[in-house]
C-alpha cells in the first residue's frame, strides 16, 4: 500500500452556522455539498482545500467538548501551508481572530503561528 496524500480531515462543530461562517468566510473555502440527514439532526459541509483535499464540517446535537489543553492523546492540530504567515496572520487579525505570537520551527527554521476555530480547535499557519 502507498498512500498518496489525505482526502479530509472531519471537524464537529458546536455552532453549525458559525463554524461555517469561519471557514468559508474567514478561511476562504469553497463549498462543495451541504447536506442536511434529517436522521442524524445533522448537517455535513464538504469544502475544498487549494490542494485538493477536503475538510468535512459536521453538526450533532449536543457533542461532547473536546479536550485540548493540557494536551489530551489524539489529533494534536490541522496546519494549513501559508506562502506568508505574517500576511496570514494579519488577515485573520482584521477579521477579529486571535493567532498566537508567529514562532520558528526548530528543525526547519520555517515560521508558524497557531488559532483557533469557533470551538477553540487549534489550527496552525505554517509558511511554504
Same mark, same amino acid.
Given at each position: 500500500m502507498?498512500?498518496?496524500?489525505i482526502?479530509h480531515?472531519a471537524?464537529?462543530?458546536? &455552532?453549525?452556522?458559525k463554524?461555517?461562517?469561519?471557514?468559508t468566510q474567514?478561511?476562504g473555502?469553497?463549498?462543495?455539498?451541504?447536506?442536511?440527514r434529517?436522521?442524524?439532526r445533522?448537517?455535513?459541509?464538504?469544502l475544498?482545500?487549494?490542494?485538493?483535499?477536503?475538510l468535512e464540517l459536521?453538526?450533532?446535537?449536543?457533542?461532547?467538548?473536546r479536550p485540548?489543553?493540557?494536551?489530551a492523546a489524539?489529533l494534536?492540530h490541522l496546519?494549513?501551508v501559508?506562502a506568508?504567515?505574517?500576511?496570514a496572520?494579519?488577515?485573520l487579525?482584521a477579521q477579529?481572530v486571535?493567532?498566537? &505570537?508567529?514562532r520558528?520551527?526548530?528543525?526547519?527554521?520555517?515560521?508558524?503561528a497557531?488559532?483557533? &476555530?469557533?470551538?477553540?480547535?487549534?489550527?496552525?499557519l505554517?509558511?511554504?
Amino acid at each position: 500500500m502507498e498512500l498518496q496524500r489525505i482526502h479530509h480531515a472531519a471537524i464537529i462543530a458546536t &455552532d453549525y452556522r458559525k463554524s461555517k461562517a469561519f471557514y468559508t468566510q474567514v478561511l476562504g473555502l469553497g463549498i462543495i455539498a451541504e447536506n442536511y440527514r434529517a436522521e442524524r439532526r445533522s448537517y455535513k459541509l464538504d469544502l475544498a482545500l487549494p490542494d485538493g483535499g477536503q475538510l468535512e464540517l459536521f453538526s450533532f446535537p449536543d457533542p461532547p467538548a473536546r479536550p485540548s489543553r493540557p494536551e489530551a492523546a489524539g489529533l494534536r492540530h490541522l496546519a494549513f501551508v501559508v506562502a506568508d504567515v505574517g500576511e496570514a496572520v494579519a488577515e485573520l487579525a482584521a477579521q477579529g481572530v486571535f493567532v498566537e &505570537d508567529v514562532r520558528v520551527d526548530e528543525y526547519t527554521g520555517k515560521r508558524f503561528a497557531f488559532f483557533a &476555530d469557533p470551538d477553540d480547535l487549534p489550527l496552525e499557519l505554517y509558511e511554504a
